[in-house]
T-cell receptor
Framework: RKEVEQDPGPFNVPEGATVAFNCTYS??????FFWYRQDCRKEPKLLMS???SGNEDGRFTAQLNRASQYISLLIRDSKLSDSATYLC????????????FGSGTRLLVRP | NAGVTQTPKFQVLKTGQSMTLQCAQD?????MYWYRQDPGMGLRLIYY???????DKGEVPNGYNVSRLNKREFSLRLESAAPSQTSVYFC?????????????FGSGTRLTVV
């Protein structure tokens, strides 16, 4: 089983739609959580950190549920430019502190 | 600011050839990382350097070596390339190992081993 699991998608939604992605992680020692965005054939870029109380950045809302070990990303009023792969990332609290990446969820926003 | 710069951007190697992937960052970051990305596998950590003068193995280190040349530069070497090493390689850096601020990635090196 992968340490960070995501539905690969693709999620195909019309412009203006609201779409949500979930991600589950298996290691309860995970401490920090992030969403990265990766455009086709480009490098991953940090979209937002995920805080315990949940946080919002414009049209994007991230939630963390430590008890169930899942993270979510909600995108409201989808734009064509939101089309990308969204990577769920966790940072373990152990001797390594390495970022562990999910395989990503692909989003396609159509006109 | 250039951020994280990787060279080359593309490379084709024959099985058994060697090469070094270069990475440099200009953000005065302490920690640097090498990942590979394969379809359906996500990014997997090859090696990392938590600070200048230290290197450690990641999830998939076999077939690779690294050198933290100075604070700015972290290179990845393939001594004898194999087709299984065909992948996209990303270098990343962060202020501190275990940072809550995430990583900054370079634009990647697309490597094909034939």
């Amino acid at each position: 089983r992968k340490e960070v699991e995501q539905d690969p998608g693709p999620f195909n939604v019309p412009e203006g739609a609201t779409v949500a992605f979930n991600c589950t992680y298996s290691n309860s020692a995970s401490q920090s959580f992030f969403w990265y965005r990766q455009d086709c054939r480009k490098e991953p870029k940090l979209l937002m950190s995920v805080y315990s109380s949940g946080n919002e950045d414009g049209r994007f809302t991230a939630q963390l549920n430590r008890a169930s070990q899942y993270i979510s990303l909600l995108i409201r009023d989808s734009k064509l430019s939101d089309s990308a792969t969204y990577l769920c990332v966790v940072n373990r609290v152990d001797s390594s502190y390495k970022l562990i990446f999910g395989s990503g969820t692909r989003l396609l926003v159509r006109p | 600011n250039a951020g994280v710069t990787q060279t080359p951007k593309f490379q084709v190697l024959k099985t058994g050839q060697s090469m070094t992937l270069q990475c440099a960052q200009d953000m005065n970051h302490n920690s640097m990382y090498w990942y590979r990305q394969d379809p359906g596998m996500g990014l997997r950590l090859i090696y990392y350097s938590a600070s200048e003068g230290t290197t450690d193995k990641g999830e998939v280190p076999n077939g690779y070596n690294v050198s933290r040349l100075n604070k700015r530069e972290f290179s990845l070497r393939l001594e004898s390339a194999a087709p299984s090493q065909t992948s996209v390689y990303f270098c990343a850096s962060s202020g501190f190992h275990g940072s809550n601020y995430g990583y900054t990635f370079g634009s990647g090196t697309r490597l094909t081993v034939v």
